[in-house]
């Protein structure tokens, strides 16, 4: 298998699902948090999926909240879309966990329940430019590539 994904060491075995599309023709894998989390308003966090993703080369699996959420909790992600890049996977740091930064931009307090579907996950293709010579390894996420 080259696309799918697993979970990190610390949340194997712990009752979690892993993100499936509800529908036949759906774009999105929900990604649920590991966690319960309260934001009150004006809150971010960095909400714990317990998950890790493989892909082939050439692709990026891109990280949009699920609409639901936006509007009716007027929760946003902080970064608007998470880029999961493919050597994200197994890095030394976290071994991929994929974390997602959520604010909380309504006035009232959220609560996140653990397996709350708060965004989704879309596999795509990216191209890259002809003279592009990018051969560093990824070591880990959030600002880790220095140079
Ligand atoms: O919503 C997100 C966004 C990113 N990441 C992880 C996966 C991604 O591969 C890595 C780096 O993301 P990005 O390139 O957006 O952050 P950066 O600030 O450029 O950090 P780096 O220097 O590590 O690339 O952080 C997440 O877990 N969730
Ligand atoms: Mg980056």
């Given at each position: 298998?080259?696309?799918?994904?697993?979970?990190?060491?610390?949340?194997?075995?712990?009752?979690?699902?892993?993100?499936?599309?509800?529908?036949?023709?759906?774009?999105?894998?929900?990604?649920?948090s590991a966690v319960r989390i309260e934001l009150t308003p004006g809150q971010t966090?960095?909400?714990?999926?317990?998950?890790?993703?493989?892909?082939?080369?050439?692709?990026?699996?891109?990280?949009?909240?699920?609409?639901?959420?936006?509007?009716?909790?007027?929760?946003?992600?902080?970064?608007?879309?998470?880029?999961?890049?493919?050597?994200?996977?197994?890095?030394?740091?976290?071994?991929?966990?994929?974390?997602?930064?959520?604010?909380?931009?309504?006035?009232?307090?959220?609560?996140?329940?653990?397996?709350?579907?708060?965004?989704?996950?879309?596999?795509?293709?990216?191209?890259?430019?002809?003279?592009?010579?990018?051969?560093?390894?990824?070591?880990?996420?959030?600002?880790?590539?220095?140079?």
């Amino acid at each position: 298998m080259t696309r799918y994904f697993a979970f990190v060491s610390d949340y194997q075995d712990q009752g979690l699902s892993l993100p499936v599309r509800h529908t036949q023709d759906s774009a999105g894998y929900d990604m649920a948090s590991a966690v319960r989390i309260e934001l009150t308003p004006g809150q971010t966090a960095l909400v714990p999926t317990g998950l890790k993703a493989y892909m082939p080369p050439g692709e990026v699996l891109l990280i949009v909240i699920r609409s639901s959420w936006a509007i009716k909790k007027h929760c946003v992600l902080t970064n608007q879309v998470g880029v999961i890049d493919r050597d994200y996977v197994d890095n030394p740091d976290n071994e991929g966990h994929i974390f997602i930064p959520l604010t909380n931009n309504g006035q009232e307090p959220v609560i996140i329940e653990r397996g709350d579907r708060i965004a989704q996950g879309i596999f795509v293709r990216f191209g890259v430019t002809d003279d592009d010579v990018a051969q560093a390894t990824r070591t880990g996420g959030f600002g880790s590539t220095t140079h």
